[in-house]
Structures are given as structure tokens and as C-alpha cells.
């Protein structure tokens, strides 16, 4: 995930105390903007890409059955009839399996990377834990991912999406090289878990990993983060921008691997959630206590199109 940060004076604070034992952040060097914006554009790039969230175009719920797939209305999944022939397959989903027949006279492939094609099948267990695989028939991809309660979750893109055609690009704060933060991480015992609702109205009980503490001004700040697979944190935070230059939930934060004890976040590098650009994806949303009580005008605005369809 990416970080988030900045002070207004509407705010009331400072940006220039640091933790104890924490020197104050180091003047960057001229090539700091330039690393921000080649960032920027992997964060752009990442986005439009074959398979990015531009692409989604549809999501259901399912739970153990025989699901038919399909445009004709008498298919127990209905796809856009401008991505899928009247019977595309059928899914059976089970609890450790879930295999995807296709159907007579359609032509399928897995998609082991975006837009690139795999192995053509007629019939194919997929991968739904973990790595999850996509498979792929035309401008149609389409993916399955088992969660934890049982149910799973079926995910469909378009490559021809309109949403990603009229896509107009991300926008930014003005890079600000001082809110690049350094921070305290108080790791917490393991199995430490805290509740994170997401935007559907779920709870889920997640690892914490500890706490990531720094100063802005006269004011101490502590947000709960959680570890990622190279030893980064990821943190969810929502802060008195939100609702009104950024995204209304809140922003996801990056702080780098502890050394010691010590990170540092780069709110330049806030950005927004995927459901910031499709309806069709179940975003967290920050916890009570990763609530700032401070404008962070750094990192990613948001901008809300006229058109509703954008996100849909």
C-alpha cells in the first residue's frame, strides 16, 4: 500500500517536531520530486492497465452451488451481453474446489499475466486462494477468490471498459518534500488483532502489527498499522481532508520496514482505495483511532465524476 500526509493551517499545526530520538527530517535532494513522480505514474499505470480497477466491471457473492454463466437472462450469473455469449460456462463452487466448464463453441484461456494469453481449457479448476488466477475469452476476464466464511467472490473485467477509456488520470497535491515523517513502530504481541469494517458493512478481525507513532507540531499521532509480506506497514487513515479534497472513507498510507525500532511515512505518496474507482471492490475503512484530527493535504485528491455510471 502507499502513505498519506500533510498539515493545513486550518489545522492549527506545525510541520516540524520530530519523536524523540528522531532527528528531524533531512533536507531531500533535488531528485526527491522526481521519485514521487516516477511513483505517481507506476500508481497511474498500475491503474489503466489490462486487469487494474478501471477494468472491473462486475462482482458477485456466491456460496457453495452450480452457478450457469452468461448474457441470456436465464443464467444464474447475468453478464453484460456485450462481454459474454447467451451461455459462457458453468461454475461449481465446493469447499475446497471451484471449477469453471466452459460452454460448447466458446473458446476460453487462463490470463497468467494482464492481457497476455495462457492455456486454452474447456474445463479448469482455478486457483482461489492466494494467488488467484484469471481466465480470460475475448474482451472478458474473470476470476474467482475463496473467502474465509465460505462464500466466494466472482470479479469480472473489460478490457474495452469505458471507465478506463474516459478515465481522466489521478490527482495530486503538489509534492511537499518536509512531510516526508519519520516515525516510531511499537510492535504489538503477537496475535493481536483489531476489528476493520469495510464499505459493505463487514467485520473482519486483522493482525495489527503495532503502532506507527510520530509528531506534527506540538501534537503526538499514533495509527494502527498492519505488516505486509516485504515487512512494510500498511495503514488505513482518514483525516479532516476527507469528504472534502480527498476521498470521503479515507486514504491508504505506506510506511517503510522498521529498522530498529524506527520508519518513516511519505505522505506524498497517499492514495486512494479501489473503491475510489469502481463500485465493484470491498474497500476497509480506518478505524476509530486512524482518525486524524488534522487536515493532510499531501498525496492523492479526489475529484467526483458527474457521472455516477463512472464508478459502476
Not at 487462463?110 to 479448469?124: C, D, I, L
Not at 495489527?208 to 509528531?215: K, L
Not at 488505513?236 to 530498529?260: H, Q
Request: glycine share 8%; charged share 25%.
Amino acid at each position: 500500500m502507499r502513505p498519506t500526509h500533510m498539515l493545513a493551517a486550518a489545522a492549527g499545526i506545525l510541520l516540524t517536531a520530530s519523536l524523540p530520538g528522531f532527528a528531524a527530517p533531512p533536507t531531500m535532494p533535488s531528485s526527491y520530486a522526481h521519485d514521487v513522480a516516477a511513483w505517481r505514474a507506476r500508481a497511474e499505470q498500475s491503474l489503466r492497465r489490462d486487469l487494474g480497477w478501471l477494468t472491473i466491471a462486475g462482482r458477485w457473492e456466491l456460496a457453495p452451488g452450480r452457478y450457469t454463466l452468461g448474457s441470456a437472462p436465464g443464467n444464474a450469473v447475468v453478464l453484460p451481453k456485450e462481454l459474454a455469449p447467451a451461455r459462457l460456462g458453468t461454475l461449481r463452487i465446493d469447499k475446497d474446489r471451484t471449477t469453471l466448464e466452459v460452454a460448447p463453441g466458446v473458446a476460453m484461456w487462463t490470463e497468467p499475466a494482464p492481457g497476455k494469453r495462457g492455456e486454452k481449457f474447456v474445463e479448469r479448476d482455478l486457483a482461489t486462494r492466494g494467488n488467484v488466477e484469471w481466465v480470460t475469452a475475448g474482451r472478458l476476464s474473470l476470476y474467482v477468490f475463496s473467502r474465509k466464511d465460505g462464500k466466494a467472490i466472482l470479479r469480472i473485467a473489460d478490457r474495452e471498459s469505458r471507465n478506463r477509456a474516459e478515465f481522466p488520470g489521478r490527482v495530486w497535491y503538489d509534492v511537499k518534500p518536509e512531510l516526508v515523517v519519520p516515525a516510531q513502530f511499537n510492535p504489538y504481541p503477537p496475535g493481536t488483532k483489531i476489528p476493520i469494517a469495510n464499505v459493505r458493512g463487514e467485520i473482519s478481525e486483522e493482525d495489527a502489527a503495532g503502532s506507527v507513532e510520530f509528531r506534527l507540531g506540538d501534537q503526538t499521532f499514533k495509527l494502527d498499522a498492519f505488516a505486509e509480506d516485504d515487512g512494510a506497514l500498511f495503514i488505513i487513515v482518514r483525516d479532516e481532508t476527507s469528504g472534502s479534497t480527498t476521498y470521503p472513507p479515507g486514504r491508504f498510507l505506506r510506511a517503510e520496514k522498521p529498522v530498529d525500532g524506527r520508519t518513516s511515512v511519505d505522505f506524498n505518496k497517499a492514495y486512494n482505495p479501489p473503491c475510489a474507482f469502481t463500485a465493484y471492490t470491498t474497500c476497509p475503512l480506518p478505524p476509530p483511532q486512524n482518525w486524524l484530527k488534522a487536515r493532510i493535504e499531501a498525496g492523492e485528491r479526489y475529484v467526483q465524476l458527474k457521472d455516477a455510471a463512472y464508478r459502476k
